[in-house]
């Protein structure tokens, strides 16, 4: 059986696929399925695009065309929490939908027929665990100019709730409704609830990595693009790699 693994980012994928053996690709649905092994193991992974649904289409996709013990999604996220800063780690064990709304049929979060508000992750020590040591190791993986650039000093490893919707969020007053809504919350992004779903949906277990890139501020859209090439495409790679081990 494999490991899935799914980011939002390409180069994310890109900075995996680099270090994958005995590689083949599937084509399917405008998406690449990379199967091939990481430190000998079996592994699958893909770009998802942005977004809910493209999410979950990817996840979908590869649960049907291949073996998955379990599937894990990386990415970068804005932080909805004053101690969590841009470089800091988060470890989802609730993922919310939070633009599903269908009151006043069922509660707000309520995803219709699942009777569920929330998706809870794979109770997954061992990705603490190289997270945990990936954070303590920065400076062998990320270059120190990239570190002053962000003001990465200590990385911090959080777990909680992660909220996911199809808008990118870039205001305080918005930040202050979700947290208002979900007060345990501690980043937003595009696509981990949905892809938390269908693993529900299809038994498959689900763990999910998220790097701060932004504070979901007006900021937000100024730090997202860069960061991501320089930094967070090192986090996945040395994170998953010490998983993967
Ligand atoms: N992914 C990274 N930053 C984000 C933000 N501010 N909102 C939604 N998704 C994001």
């Known amino acids: 059986m494999a490991i899935g693994i799914i980011s939002a980012m390409p180069e994310e994928v890109q900075s995996l696929i680099d270090v994958l053996q005995h590689v083949s690709v599937s084509e399917k649905g405008m998406r690449s399925y990379y199967k091939g092994t990481i430190n000998s193991k079996e592994v699958v992974i893909a770009f998802s695009r ?3 649904v493209a999410s979950a289409i990817t996840a979908t996709q590869m649960i049907n065309d291949f073996n998955l013990e379990e599937i894990i999604f990386t990415g970068v996220s804005g932080s909805l929490e004053g101690s969590l800063n841009v470089g800091d780690i988060v470890l989802g064990t609730e993922m919310y939908q939070h633009d599903m709304d ?3 049929l069922f509660k707000k979060f309520e995803i219709p027929l699942l009777g569920k508000s929330f998706f809870e992750t794979k109770n997954n020590e061992k990705l603490e665990n190289a997270a945990a040591s990936f954070a303590s190791h920065i400076k062998d993986h990320v270059p120190v100019e990239k ?3 962000f003001k990465i000093e200590a990385v911090q490893v959080k777990k909680g709730a992660i909220l996911s919707g199809d808008q990118f969020i870039s205001s ?3 930040v202050a409704e979700l947290k208002k809504e979900i007060p345990n ?5 595009m696509e981990g609830a949905s892809v938390a779903q269908v693993c529900f949906e299809y038994d498959i277990p689900f763990s999910i990595i998220r790097i701060i890139s932004d504070n979901a501020n007006d ?3 100024i730090d997202f693009p860069e960061f991501t090439k320089a930094v967070a495409c090192k986090y996945a790679k040395g994170i998953l790699e010490k998983y993967i081990d």
Request: charged share 30%; glycine share 4%; aromatic share 4%.
């Open 102 to 104: 269908t009151t006043p």
């Open 50 to 52: 942005w977004g809910k």
């Open 219 to 221: 900021d937000a859209p």
């Open 185 to 189: 919350a501690l980043c937003v992004e």
């Open 172 to 174: 305080k007053s918005k």
């Open 147 to 149: 570190l002053e650039q």
